[in-house]
Protein backbone atom coordinates (compact mmCIF):
# COMPACT_ATOMS: atom_id res chain seq x y z
CA UNK A 1 0.00 0.00 0.00
CA UNK A 2 2.71 2.44 0.73
CA UNK A 3 4.73 1.60 -2.10
CA UNK A 4 1.81 2.25 -4.27
CA UNK A 5 1.13 5.61 -2.79
CA UNK A 6 5.02 6.31 -3.53
CA UNK A 7 4.13 5.54 -7.26
CA UNK A 8 1.44 8.17 -7.16
CA UNK A 9 2.98 10.87 -5.60
CA UNK A 10 5.68 10.30 -7.76
CA UNK A 11 3.87 10.29 -10.52
CA UNK A 12 2.08 13.85 -9.44
CA UNK A 13 5.06 14.94 -8.97
CA UNK A 14 6.60 14.70 -12.46
CA UNK A 15 3.35 15.68 -13.91
CA UNK A 16 3.17 18.90 -11.82
CA UNK A 17 7.05 19.84 -12.85
CA UNK A 18 5.83 19.21 -16.68
CA UNK A 19 3.00 21.27 -16.09
CA UNK A 20 5.34 23.91 -14.53
CA UNK A 21 7.52 23.58 -17.59
CA UNK A 22 4.87 23.94 -20.04
CA UNK A 23 3.88 27.00 -18.30
CA UNK A 24 7.40 28.69 -17.67
CA UNK A 25 8.11 28.18 -21.62
CA UNK A 26 4.95 29.86 -22.75
CA UNK A 27 5.61 33.00 -20.34
CA UNK A 28 9.11 33.51 -21.62
CA UNK A 29 7.43 33.04 -24.89
CA UNK A 30 4.97 35.65 -24.52
CA UNK A 31 7.62 37.94 -22.64
CA UNK A 32 9.83 37.64 -26.11
CA UNK A 33 7.12 38.77 -27.92
CA UNK A 34 5.10 41.23 -25.48
CA UNK A 35 8.15 42.86 -23.80
CA UNK A 36 7.70 45.37 -20.79
CA UNK A 37 7.70 48.69 -20.70
CA UNK A 38 10.95 50.18 -19.67
CA UNK A 39 13.26 53.43 -19.98
CA UNK A 40 15.41 51.63 -22.39
CA UNK A 41 12.78 50.09 -24.79
CA UNK A 42 12.99 53.25 -27.72
CA UNK A 43 9.10 53.33 -27.56
CA UNK A 44 7.13 56.20 -26.01
CA UNK A 45 4.75 54.55 -23.52
CA UNK A 46 3.91 54.18 -19.97
CA UNK A 47 3.06 58.07 -19.88
CA UNK A 48 6.56 58.88 -21.30
CA UNK A 49 6.68 62.98 -22.60
CA UNK A 50 9.21 61.34 -25.42
CA UNK A 51 10.73 58.26 -26.01
CA UNK A 52 12.20 56.92 -22.91
CA UNK A 53 12.05 59.95 -20.85
CA UNK A 54 9.37 62.21 -19.13
CA UNK A 55 6.66 60.67 -17.02
CA UNK A 56 8.24 57.81 -14.81
CA UNK A 57 11.51 58.29 -16.86
CA UNK A 58 12.89 61.21 -15.61
CA UNK A 59 13.45 64.76 -17.10
CA UNK A 60 13.88 64.61 -20.89
CA UNK A 61 17.75 65.60 -21.70
CA UNK A 62 16.58 68.24 -23.94
CA UNK A 63 13.18 69.70 -24.86
CA UNK A 64 11.03 69.36 -28.32
CA UNK A 65 11.10 72.44 -30.46
CA UNK A 66 8.62 74.88 -30.52
CA UNK A 67 5.58 74.28 -32.74
CA UNK A 68 4.07 77.17 -34.84
CA UNK A 69 0.55 76.23 -35.03
CA UNK A 70 -0.75 79.21 -36.93
CA UNK A 71 -0.25 82.85 -38.29
CA UNK A 72 -2.16 85.21 -40.01
CA UNK A 73 -2.92 89.00 -41.17
CA UNK A 74 -5.89 91.36 -39.99
CA UNK A 75 -6.26 94.25 -42.16
CA UNK A 76 -7.42 97.08 -40.06
CA UNK A 77 -7.30 100.74 -41.33
CA UNK A 78 -6.01 101.79 -44.66
CA UNK A 79 -2.24 100.55 -45.31
CA UNK A 80 -2.38 98.72 -41.59
CA UNK A 81 -2.37 95.73 -40.76
CA UNK A 82 -2.05 93.12 -37.19
CA UNK A 83 -0.43 90.23 -36.79
CA UNK A 84 -0.89 86.89 -34.60
CA UNK A 85 1.03 84.02 -34.26
CA UNK A 86 -0.08 81.35 -32.22
CA UNK A 87 2.88 79.20 -30.87
CA UNK A 88 2.80 75.89 -28.72
CA UNK A 89 5.57 74.80 -26.02
CA UNK A 90 5.07 70.81 -26.01
CA UNK A 91 7.49 70.69 -23.04
CA UNK A 92 6.57 69.64 -19.72
CA UNK A 93 9.34 70.49 -17.86
CA UNK A 94 11.32 73.32 -20.35
CA UNK A 95 10.55 76.92 -21.13
CA UNK A 96 11.85 79.29 -23.28
CA UNK A 97 13.16 82.31 -21.52
CA UNK A 98 13.69 84.14 -24.93
CA UNK A 99 12.46 83.27 -28.64
CA UNK A 100 13.55 85.98 -31.16
CA UNK A 101 10.76 85.88 -33.88
CA UNK A 102 10.46 87.47 -37.28
CA UNK A 103 7.12 88.07 -39.41
CA UNK A 104 8.37 88.55 -43.11
CA UNK A 105 5.91 90.55 -45.38
CA UNK A 106 5.27 89.67 -48.77
CA UNK A 107 3.29 91.64 -51.76
CA UNK A 108 1.02 89.52 -54.79
CA UNK A 109 4.15 89.12 -56.50
CA UNK A 110 5.74 86.94 -53.66
CA UNK A 111 8.50 89.91 -53.20
CA UNK A 112 9.58 90.68 -49.75
CA UNK A 113 8.22 93.93 -48.55
CA UNK A 114 9.50 94.55 -44.98
CA UNK A 115 9.58 92.68 -41.47
CA UNK A 116 8.70 93.09 -37.91
CA UNK A 117 10.97 91.42 -35.42
CA UNK A 118 10.59 90.72 -31.78
CA UNK A 119 11.07 88.34 -28.68
CA UNK A 120 8.93 86.56 -26.45
CA UNK A 121 8.43 84.01 -23.48
CA UNK A 122 7.11 80.55 -23.23
CA UNK A 123 6.06 78.80 -20.56
CA UNK A 124 6.17 74.53 -20.08
CA UNK A 125 2.73 73.25 -21.75
CA UNK A 126 1.87 76.91 -22.47
CA UNK A 127 0.41 78.09 -25.79
CA UNK A 128 0.84 81.49 -26.94
CA UNK A 129 -0.55 84.50 -29.00
CA UNK A 130 2.28 86.68 -30.67
CA UNK A 131 0.30 89.86 -31.64
CA UNK A 132 2.08 93.06 -33.06
CA UNK A 133 -0.40 95.58 -33.96
CA UNK A 134 -0.74 98.77 -35.96
CA UNK A 135 2.20 97.74 -38.31
CA UNK A 136 1.93 100.52 -41.43
CA UNK A 137 3.13 99.16 -45.14
CA UNK A 138 3.33 101.41 -48.08
CA UNK A 139 2.13 98.66 -50.49
CA UNK A 140 -0.50 95.75 -49.93
CA UNK A 141 0.34 92.88 -48.26
CA UNK A 142 -0.62 89.64 -49.88
CA UNK A 143 0.73 86.45 -47.62
CA UNK A 144 3.25 86.37 -43.93
CA UNK A 145 5.81 84.31 -43.07
CA UNK A 146 6.46 83.68 -39.39
CA UNK A 147 9.69 82.23 -37.79
CA UNK A 148 11.54 81.87 -34.67
CA UNK A 149 15.06 81.69 -33.67
CA UNK A 150 17.45 81.88 -31.09
CA UNK A 151 15.17 80.11 -28.47
CA UNK A 152 17.04 79.91 -24.72
CA UNK A 153 15.81 76.93 -23.31
CA UNK A 154 15.63 76.83 -19.44
CA UNK A 155 14.47 74.06 -17.05
CA UNK A 156 12.17 74.52 -14.64
CA UNK A 157 11.57 72.98 -11.28
CA UNK A 158 8.72 73.30 -8.33
CA UNK A 159 6.91 75.06 -11.28
CA UNK A 160 3.27 74.98 -11.54
CA UNK A 161 0.87 77.15 -13.61
CA UNK A 162 -0.20 80.65 -11.79
CA UNK A 163 -3.93 80.62 -11.26
CA UNK A 164 -5.08 83.73 -12.60
CA UNK A 165 -8.74 83.42 -13.53
CA UNK A 166 -10.51 85.17 -16.73
CA UNK A 167 -14.36 85.80 -15.41
CA UNK A 168 -16.88 87.92 -16.80
CA UNK A 169 -15.52 87.62 -20.16
CA UNK A 170 -18.05 88.78 -23.12
CA UNK A 171 -17.48 91.17 -25.84
CA UNK A 172 -19.63 93.80 -28.01
CA UNK A 173 -19.73 95.90 -31.27
CA UNK A 174 -20.46 99.62 -29.72
CA UNK A 175 -20.51 102.82 -32.66
CA UNK A 176 -18.23 100.36 -34.95
CA UNK A 177 -15.91 99.56 -32.86
CA UNK A 178 -14.93 96.14 -31.56
CA UNK A 179 -15.33 95.75 -27.76
CA UNK A 180 -13.75 92.58 -25.60
CA UNK A 181 -13.86 92.63 -21.86
CA UNK A 182 -13.65 90.96 -18.65
CA UNK A 183 -11.98 90.37 -15.15
CA UNK A 184 -8.98 88.61 -13.88
CA UNK A 185 -8.43 86.84 -10.54
CA UNK A 186 -5.13 86.41 -9.05
CA UNK A 187 -5.92 83.26 -7.22
CA UNK A 188 -2.43 82.29 -7.17
CA UNK A 189 0.47 82.66 -3.85
CA UNK A 190 2.08 85.73 -5.61
CA UNK A 191 1.64 89.13 -5.91
CA UNK A 192 2.56 89.75 -9.48
CA UNK A 193 4.12 92.60 -11.09
CA UNK A 194 3.25 92.97 -14.92
CA UNK A 195 0.50 90.23 -16.45
CA UNK A 196 -0.10 90.77 -20.30
CA UNK A 197 -3.38 89.91 -21.64
CA UNK A 198 -4.04 89.42 -24.92
CA UNK A 199 -7.51 89.47 -26.40
CA UNK A 200 -8.64 87.60 -29.84
CA UNK A 201 -12.21 87.82 -31.35
CA UNK A 202 -13.09 85.23 -34.51
CA UNK A 203 -15.92 84.82 -36.65
CA UNK A 204 -18.10 81.91 -37.06
CA UNK A 205 -15.65 80.23 -39.22
CA UNK A 206 -12.90 80.45 -36.60
CA UNK A 207 -10.68 82.88 -38.09
CA UNK A 208 -9.03 85.68 -36.28
CA UNK A 209 -11.06 88.83 -36.77
CA UNK A 210 -9.53 90.91 -34.54
CA UNK A 211 -6.18 90.69 -31.83
CA UNK A 212 -5.32 92.67 -29.61
CA UNK A 213 -3.10 93.23 -26.10
CA UNK A 214 -2.33 95.03 -23.03
CA UNK A 215 -1.43 94.69 -19.34
CA UNK A 216 -1.74 95.38 -15.81
CA UNK A 217 0.77 96.11 -13.01
CA UNK A 218 0.91 95.21 -9.25
CA UNK A 219 -1.61 92.04 -9.34
CA UNK A 220 -1.60 91.22 -6.03
CA UNK A 221 -2.92 87.92 -4.34
CA UNK A 222 -6.85 87.80 -4.67
CA UNK A 223 -7.21 91.04 -6.18
CA UNK A 224 -9.60 91.16 -9.17
CA UNK A 225 -9.26 93.82 -12.35
CA UNK A 226 -11.32 94.50 -14.93
CA UNK A 227 -9.57 94.09 -18.37
CA UNK A 228 -10.80 95.86 -21.54
CA UNK A 229 -9.77 95.99 -25.28
CA UNK A 230 -11.16 97.91 -28.15
CA UNK A 231 -10.50 97.98 -31.81
CA UNK A 232 -11.52 101.12 -33.66
CA UNK A 233 -12.67 99.15 -36.67
CA UNK A 234 -15.52 96.40 -37.40
CA UNK A 235 -15.11 94.27 -40.91
CA UNK A 236 -17.39 91.47 -39.50
CA UNK A 237 -19.43 89.93 -36.89
CA UNK A 238 -18.09 88.38 -33.63
CA UNK A 239 -18.82 84.46 -33.22
CA UNK A 240 -16.48 83.88 -30.07
CA UNK A 241 -13.76 85.50 -27.94
CA UNK A 242 -10.97 84.57 -26.17
CA UNK A 243 -8.97 86.34 -23.44
CA UNK A 244 -5.18 84.91 -22.69
CA UNK A 245 -3.20 85.93 -20.32
CA UNK A 246 0.27 85.20 -19.38
CA UNK A 247 3.58 85.99 -16.75
CA UNK A 248 7.27 85.93 -17.37
CA UNK A 249 8.48 83.84 -14.07
CA UNK A 250 11.71 83.79 -15.36
CA UNK A 251 12.08 87.07 -14.40
CA UNK A 252 12.76 87.78 -10.74
CA UNK A 253 10.96 90.93 -10.76
CA UNK A 254 7.93 89.21 -11.89
CA UNK A 255 7.02 88.41 -8.67
CA UNK A 256 6.67 91.29 -5.82
CA UNK A 257 8.85 90.07 -2.37
CA UNK A 258 6.36 90.58 0.90
CA UNK A 259 8.61 88.58 3.02
CA UNK A 260 11.21 86.20 2.64
CA UNK A 261 13.39 85.51 -1.17
CA UNK A 262 11.52 86.19 -4.45
CA UNK A 263 10.54 83.06 -6.14
CA UNK A 264 13.50 81.46 -8.72
CA UNK A 265 11.37 78.55 -10.94
CA UNK A 266 15.00 78.22 -13.33
CA UNK A 267 17.25 75.24 -12.53
CA UNK A 268 20.73 75.94 -13.77
Known amino acids: MLRYLRKQLTIIFVFLIILLAIGLAIYL????????????????NQGETRIDCGGPCGLCAHPMGLRIISQDFIPTTANNFDLVAKVENPNNNWGVESVSYKFNFYNANNQSIGSKEGSTYILPQETKYIVEQKIYLAEPLARIAFELERTNWQRLKDFTELQIR????NHQIINSQYRLYGVLENKSNYNL??????GLLFDDKGKIIAAGKTDIRTFLINEGRSIEINWPYTSSDISSSEIKVYTNVFLDETFIKAHGTQEKFKEY
Not at 29 to 44: A, K, L, V
Not at 193 to 198: F, G, L, T
Open 29 to 44: IWRHYHPQPTCFDGIQ
Open 166 to 169: VKDK
Open 193 to 198: DKVEIV
